[in-house]
């Protein structure tokens, strides 16, 4: 069974950094390419970031350009997005998800939640 | 403002359809597949509707989608108590080069 298991959200100050963790299981990870998607509180979805199965194709959303790196160790089935420069509008519940051959998100993990207040 | 148009509401009675617009333009539904989303409350959202029209395992065929130009349809019949959710269509934004999410619409199954 395919399971994304998200990690490392918490409380921080605007300016801080964050480490976020998304570690899958249930399927070949490398072969895939996989999202980062936001949910403020209250809000809808919005995506984040995106890398593809050999990490050579990255997209950022223009909000995150800059502070945030998306990346991955297909070794470890991992995937990893480092926040810095974080602001109170980055506040959300972080998603991963795992992306389908046109862009679609067939599998999500559970959500973990980044808190940005001072 | 989001990229993706939605109505932020619908509503219909149980065993009624209901359908959902999402609204957008070339740059993005009008040359990509959509895809929807369900997202109960207090959950992740679950993929519904991917390739504009294709239902992945286990989704009933009581949920449709659509696509003609630059809109998408999500259409849900014999609505149930338990469809109450907040839906979400999304796609590829060539000129974003990002992906790109509707609002969202709330259904309510009154």
């Known amino acids: 069974e395919e399971q994304l298991v998200e990690s490392g959200g918490g409380l921080v100050k605007p300016g801080g950094s964050l480490r976020l963790s998304c570690v899958a299981s249930?399927?070949?990870?490398?072969?895939?390419?996989m999202n980062w998607v936001r949910q403020a509180p209250g809000k809808g979805l919005e995506w984040v970031s995106s890398?593809?199965?050999?990490?050579?194709?990255?997209y950022y959303a223009d909000s995150v350009k800059g502070r945030f790196t998306i990346s991955r160790d297909n070794a470890k089935n991992s995937l990893y997005l480092q926040m810095n420069s974080l602001r109170v509008e980055d506040t959300a519940i972080y998603y991963c998800?795992?992306?389908?051959?046109?862009?679609?998100?067939?599998?999500w993990g559970q959500g973990t939640l980044v808190t940005v207040s001072s | 403002q989001s990229v993706l148009t939605q109505p932020p509401s619908v509503s219909a009675a149980p065993g009624q359809k209901v359908t959902i617009s999402c609204s957008g333009s070339?740059?993005?539904?009008?040359?990509?597949?959509v895809s929807w989303y369900q997202q109960l409350p207090g959950t992740a959202p679950k993929l519904l509707i991917y390739?504009?029209?294709k239902r992945p395992s286990g989704i009933p065929d009581r949920f449709s989608g659509s696509k003609s130009g630059t809109s998408a349809t999500l259409g849900i019949t014999g609505l149930q108590t338990g469809d109450e959710a907040d839906y979400y269509c999304?796609?590829?934004?060539?000129?974003?080069?990002?992906?790109?999410f509707g609002g969202g619409t709330r259904l309510t199954v009154l």
């Open positions: 998800a795992r992306m389908g051959p046109h862009d679609y998100s067939n599998y």
């Open positions: 890398i593809n199965d050999k990490s050579n194709y990255i």
């Open positions: 390739d504009n029209n």
């Open positions: 070339s740059s993005n539904i009008g040359n990509n597949y």
């Open positions: 249930g399927f070949t990870f490398s072969s895939y390419s």
């Open positions: 999304g796609t590829w934004d060539r000129s974003l080069s990002g992906g790109v």
